[in-house]
T-cell receptor
Framework: DVKVTQSSRYLVKRTGEKVFLECVQD?????MFWYRQDPGLGLRLIYF???????EKGDIPEGYSVSREKKERFSLILESASTNQTSMYLC????????????FGSGTRLTVV | DAKTTQPPSMDCAEGRAANLPCNHS???????VYWYRQIHSQGPQYIIH???NNETNEMASLIITEDRKSSTLILPHATLRDTAVYYC???????????FGAGTRLTVKP
């Protein structure tokens, strides 16, 4: 089975800090995604990547950036964390075949104080 | 991608079949129907997907109406561990970004 590992389960950061959320997958999946999940708002797509060094904006990219230097790793970066970025962050992967489903990581619950 | 409509919540008795409906009246001919579920504090889990034929796997069955405007996910013998939020999503094959709605919160009761 594909395993998607997110580096931290819980994270507490201070306002203004630069925050890195890491996601690593152990299969050869081309596509990787970052979502955030908030009560009442569901899952919202932040950024995604179809290949190394490429990225596409999702629905809510403001305040975030991403990095994909290697196929297996997709990093979400909060350049200057703010309290409204307190959320559950979920990473997902899929193969390059369009009909395939997604595999999600367990999530990182980030609190910005 | 077409939008979907799901009831916000449903209850089901343990051991009975859970039938979760989804309306997707604006679905296009090349859009697939996907179902995921999310158990509390975990990432969403893929369940099943289909285009127009009914599908079955070890987790569930997916029934898609002939006009493809709606579908039903069936958990044949619901257990307490099936309590989760279930998401119905439609998307074009090859369109790899997937949008999630609010889903249906299924509660399986003893």
């Amino acid at each position: 089975d594909v395993k998607v590992t997110q580096s931290s389960r819980y994270l507490v950061k201070r306002t203004g800090e630069k925050v890195f959320l890491e996601c690593v997958q152990d299969m050869d999946h081309e596509n990787m995604f970052w979502y955030r999940q908030d009560p009442g708002l569901g899952l919202r797509l932040i950024y995604f990547s179809y290949d190394v060094k490429m990225k596409e904006k999702g629905d809510i990219p403001e305040g975030y950036s991403v990095s994909r230097e290697k196929k297996e790793r997709f990093s979400l970066i909060l350049e200057s964390a703010s309290t409204n970025q307190t959320s559950m962050y979920l990473c997902a992967t899929s193969t390059g075949q369009g009909r395939s489903g997604y595999t999600f990581g367990s999530g990182t619950r980030l609190t910005v104080v | 991608d077409a939008k979907t409509t799901q009831p916000p919540s449903m209850d089901c008795a343990e051991g009975r079949a859970a039938n979760l409906p989804c309306n997707h009246s604006t679905i296009s001919g090349n859009e697939y129907v996907y179902w995921y579920r999310q158990i509390h504090s975990q990432g969403p889990q893929y369940i099943i997907h289909g285009l127009k034929n009914n599908e079955t796997n070890e987790m569930a069955s997916l029934i898609i109406t002939e006009d493809r405007k709606s579908s039903t996910l069936i958990l044949p013998h619901a257990t307490l561990r099936d309590t989760a939020v279930y998401y119905c999503i439609v998307r074009v094959a090859g369109n790899n970004d997937m949008r999630f709605g609010a889903g249906t919160r299924l509660t399986v009761k003893p």
